[in-house]
C-alpha cells in the first residue's frame, strides 16, 4: 500500500527497470545456495503481516476448497515445492485488476474508475536451512507495475471523484514499475528477529488478519490504523524488530523513512541519512490462542510518531490504535479497531472499524479460499489535513470472495459512504466493485 500521490510513470528512471528485470530473472533461474537441509517448518518465515511475501506464499501452499482445479498445473506446482525444499528459494507472479462504479460524482468528474498491478515476489532463504539450525536468513523482494485502464485512478477515486476522505483500492495507481520490498529478513527460533532494508511498513505495524487491499475489505478504513496513522510508502527504508516477550505476548517496533519513493527507491539512502523524517512505530499485543495464529486471535496497542516533513509541508503528529479480532467456531471471525491521531498527515483523526469474516472452509489461510466480509467504520476527517468543522463520515462495505481455481479469484464489493466530508451536497454514495486475482 502506498499513501496516494500524484505520480506519472517516468521512462528515464531506469533503475527501478533494470531491478524489476534482475527479479524477474532470478523468478526464472533461482541459482545457488544449494544445501543438503531441507526447510523446517519452523524455518518458514511467519512473524510480520499476512502481506508479507513469505506469508502470502506460503498460504497459497495450504490446500482449500476451489470451484475448479486445473490438474495439468500440477508438474508446475511440484517443480516449484523442489526448487524451494533444494535452494530456499520461491517466487509468484500476480495480476490484479479492479473496476470501482460510484451512484455519483462531482461536477466535472467521472463515475468509474479502473486499473491493474502486476507484482514479482519471492524470497530466498540463504542461511540456516539445515534442520538443526538456531536461526535463518532470508532475502525478501516484491515489485510492481502499476498501470491505468481509465483516465480515473482508483486509487485517488473516492477523494477526487465525491469527496470522501478516504481510499478506495489504495495501491492502484499508475506508478509504472514500482519498488515495494526489498530486505533482509533474520529470525532465531527463540521468537526474535529484525528486518532491515526496503520495507512496506503496514507488514510490520497495526498487524491483523483482513488487512489486505489486494484480497480483502477495498476501503483503507478497514484495514492499516483504520486511516489514523501517518504511514511511509512502500520501499521505505527501515529497520523492524520484533519477537515474542512471552509465550503469547509479542513486541513489535522500528522506524522507516517518511520520504520513500517506490518509483525511485534508491534515493532513499539520501532521504533516510540527510533528512531525518521517520516514521517511528511500537506494537505490544497478546495472542488469545496459538502463536500461528498470532493474527487471527489477537488483542494489541500500537504507538505512532511521525516526524514534521518540511518540503510537503506536513506537521509532525502522533497518535494510538488499539485492535481486537477473535476466531470461533473455525469459519467466523469478529473484529473491533479503532484509533485517533493529533496532527501529522493521516486521513482520519478519530476512527473506528468493526465488523467480520466468514470463510466457509474455515478461517486460517490469509488471502485465500471463498470468504465473507462485512465492517462498519465511523471516522473524524483530520482537520491539521482537511480543515475544520466537516462532518463525521460513516463507511459500511461488505465483499465476498470467490476462490474460483488455486490460481483465480474474484472479489465483488459493495460500500454505502454516510455523507461525505468534502462533498456537502451528497448525503450518501453507493460505491461497487470487482477486483479480480490471478497468481501463479
Not at 48 to 71: H, M, Q
Amino acid at each position: 500500500m502506498n499513501r496516494v500521490k500524484t505520480i506519472r510513470y517516468d521512462s528515464r528512471k531506469w533503475s527501478g527497470c533494470l531491478l524489476v528485470m534482475l527479479l524477474v530473472l532470478v523468478s526464472v533461474y533461482p541459482g545457488f545456495a544449494q544445501s543438503s537441509g531441507q526447510l523446517t517448518e519452523s524455518q518458514h518465515a511467519k512473524f510480520g503481516g499476512p502481506d508479507t511475501v513469505p506469508n502470502r506464499i506460503e498460504s497459497e501452499r495450504v490446500d482449500k476448497d476451489t470451484l475448479y482445479e486445473f490438474a495439468f498445473l500440477k508438474p508446475y506446482y511440484e517443480w516449484k515445492d523442489e526448487i524451494l525444499e533444494k535452494y530456499g528459494y520461491t517466487y509468484a507472479l500476480d495480476y490484479y485488476p479492479i473496476y470501482l462504479k460510484a451512484s455519483d460524482s462531482l461536477p466535472g468528474t467521472d463515475d468509474d474508475a479502473a486499473s491493474a498491478v502486476m507484482r514479482f515476489s519471492g524470497f530466498w532463504q540463504l542461511m540456516g536451512r539445515a534442520e538443526d539450525s538456531k536461526s535463518s536468513g532470508t532475502l525478501v523482494y516484491l515489485a510492481e507495475h502499476r498501470h491505468r485502464y481509465t483516465d480515473n485512478l482508483p486509487g485517488e477515486f473516492a477523494l477526487e471523484s465525491f469527496g470522501y476522505t478516504g481510499f478506495i483500492g489504495i495501491p492502484f495507481t499508475d506508478d509504472g514499475w514500482h519498488l515495494t520490498n526489498l530486505y533482509w529478513n533474520q529470525e532465531w527460533q527463540n521468537g526474535f528477529g529484525f528486518a532491515a532494508g526496503f520495507l512496506d511498513v503496514t507488514d510490520w505495524v497495526d498487524v491483523w488478519a483482513l488487512t489486505s487491499p489486494w484480497t480483502d475489505f477495498y476501503n483503507f478504513v478497514f484495514s492499516i490504523g483504520a486511516a489514523t496513522m501517518d504511514l511511509p510508502d512502500d520501499a521505505a527504508l527501515g529497520l523492524g524488530v520484533g519477537g515474542w516477550l512471552a509465550e503469547t505476548v509479542y513486541l513489535i517496533a522500528g522506524f522507516e523513512d517518511l520520504n520513500s519513493d517506490p518509483t525511485d527507491p534508491f534515493e532513499g539512502f539520501e532521504t533516510f541519512f540527510s533528512d531525518h523524517e521517520y516514521f517511528k512505530h511500537i506494537e505490544i499485543g497478546w495472542v488469545t490462542s496459538t502463536r500461528d495464529q498470532y493474527y487471527l486471535d489477537n488483542i494489541h496497542l500500537t504507538l505512532w510518531h511521525a516526524d514534521e516533513r518540511d518540503e510537503i509541508d506536513v506537521e509532525d503528529g502522533w497518535g494510538a490504535f488499539l485492535s481486537f479480532s477473535h476466531t470461533f467456531a473455525e469459519k467466523w471471525l469478529i473484529f473491533a479497531r479503532g484509533g485517533f491521531a493529533e496532527d501529522g498527515g493521516s486521513l482520519l483523526e478519530r476512527s473506528v472499524s468493526i465488523g467480520g469474516g466468514f470463510a466457509p472452509g474455515g478461517i486460517g489461510a490469509p488471502g485465500f479460499g471463498h470468504q465473507l466480509g462485512f465492517g462498519v467504520n465511523w471516522g473524524r476527517p483530520n482537520d491539521a489535513l482537511f480543515g475544520s468543522d466537516l462532518d463525521d463520515q460513516y463507511t459500511l462495505e461488505a465483499y465476498y470472495r470467490v476462490q474460483v481455481s488455486k490460481e483465480f479469484s474474484i472479489t465483488p464489493d459493495i460500500q454505502f459512504l454516510v455523507d461525505p466530508a468534502l462533498n456537502p451536497e451528497e448525503d450518501h454514495i453507493w460505491v461497487y466493485g470487482l477486483r479480480a486475482r490471478l497468481s501463479f
